[in-house]
């Protein structure tokens, strides 16, 4: 009779456990863009990938609608992906290409959302979009910590999982700010309308890629726990100032869909973006 009632009481104590858990999974609070915060879950970033080119008259209109988003929603990272006859050209962009247009030219401009997600043109005029994709509440979270110092940077990018995920991917970028050069601009309502913007502002311009450009696995996704990477490099050839680098870091899923992005600042130490 006793082991019976031990046996009895260990199933109960199972069972309750078993059914938390997946009232935990099941009834995740609202993840749309304008539901409020739930305490202890992570704030969602929406990732825009702006492929463009200083030469691209028509690429100042995704510029403008970066801009524009980002003035909307503190949840916006963006990376400028140059490409073609361009003093940032990145030579490493046909992954990407081949990625989102496997069937045609990289005909500027072009952007994309969360990395798989067109956004709807015009872009200035579809910035709710990119907001939608925003949220204050997902169980994945992003942290990075950095010191680039004496032309090395030391990069630790942290990802914490509420809840247990598979086929999970890892990209980090190192962009660079404050890039200054003439900016070719075909859109009279923007920009004053000058057909060529001198020393326009280049801001968040891909110069590496510290992973594959399309994920390296990231193993360890488990409910209630933090994987961690760490990335020990001399600052690239390319950078033009040191004192203007900064990191992305964005997981993807099996289907390269960006499902949480980070931006950080070189030198920052930075905590989950955790609601309390």
């Not at 962009?175 to 900016?183: F, I």
């Amino acid at each position: 009779m006793r082991l019976w009632a031990s046996s009895l009481f260990l199933t109960t104590i199972l069972l309750m456990v078993s059914c938390q858990e997946t009232e935990i999974i099941e009834k995740k609070p609202d993840s749309t863009s304008l539901a409020p915060p739930v305490s202890g879950y992570f704030k969602k970033n929406v990732l825009i990938e702006d492929y463009t080119g200083t030469w691209c008259g028509n690429c100042t209109r995704v510029a403008w609608a970066i801009e524009e988003t980002k003035e909307a929603s503190d949840k916006v990272v963006s990376v400028a992906i140059h490409n073609g006859n361009d003093p940032y050209h990145f030579a490493g962009i046909d992954p990407l290409k081949n990625l989102i247009l496997p069937s045609s030219a990289l005909a500027l401009p072009v952007s994309r959302l969360n990395r798989m997600t067109i956004w709807s043109f015009p872009e200035t005029s579809n910035i709710q979009q990119a907001i939608d994709l925003t949220s204050n509440n997902t169980t994945l979270g992003l942290a990075m910590s950095s010191t680039v110092a004496d032309g090395q940077i030391d990069l630790e990018v942290r990802a914490r999982f509420l809840e247990d995920y598979s086929n999970l991917k890892l990209v980090v970028y190192l962009l660079e700010d404050h890039l200054l050069y003439n900016q070719r601009n075909y859109i009279t309502e923007l920009y004053g309308g000058l057909p060529v913007v001198p020393n326009f502002e280049h801001n968040h311009v891909l110069r590496a890629s510290l992973t594959n450009i399309l994920g390296e696995s990231l193993e360890g996704s488990n409910r209630n726990t933090t994987v961690t990477r760490n990335f020990n490099i001399p600052v690239p050839s390319n950078i033009a100032n040191a004192d203007n680098i900064s990191f992305v870091a964005f997981v993807t899923d099996i289907n390269n869909n960006a499902l949480n992005a980070r931006a950080a600042d070189a030198n920052e130490n930075q905590t989950f973006q955790e609601n309390p």
